[in-house]
């Protein structure tokens, strides 16, 4: 069976860092694109971050630019969001999501075929 699995959520202080993984099991071959997602209380789910699998391109929302790096261990079907200089705002429910149509990585879509259950992430000021 199919299954997306995040790990690594929990609470730090603005400024701190946190890394999360998305394990991706009982996939033949992996997406082609990985993408994690997060969604505020009352907002919208919004995509952050993407990695192209077949060539390792990412792309990045412009509100997380330069503090979230998306990663992926190739060898061991995981993804990863590194986050730094986190923020209060970055507090949400991330998801790790996948498809297997490229044009969904960074292509503003949200109905990926695959998803986590989703790990929390606080961000206390």
């Known amino acids: 069976q199919r299954r997306l699995m995040e790990s690594g959520g929990g609470s730090v202080q603005a400024g701190g860092s946190l890394r999360l993984s998305c394990a991706a099991y009982?996939?033949?071959?992996?997406?082609?694109?990985l993408a994690w997602f997060r969604q505020a209380p009352g907002q919208e789910r919004e995509e952050v971050a993407a990695?192209?699998?077949?060539?390792?391109?990412?792309y990045y929302a412009d509100s997380v630019k330069g503090r979230f790096t998306i990663s992926r261990d190739n060898t061991l079907a995981i993804v990863y969001l590194q986050i730094i200089s986190a923020k209060p705002e970055d507090t949400a429910m991330f998801y790790c999501?996948?498809?297997?149509?490229?044009?969904?990585?960074?292509?503003?879509?949200?109905?990926?075929?695959?998803w986590g259950q989703g790990t929390q992430v606080t961000v206390s000021s």
């Open positions: 999501a996948g498809d297997f149509r490229p044009e969904y990585c960074g292509g503003g879509y949200s109905d990926f075929a695959y």
């Open positions: 009982g996939y033949t071959n992996t997406p082609d694109c």
């Open positions: 990695i192209l699998t077949g060539s390792d391109r990412t």
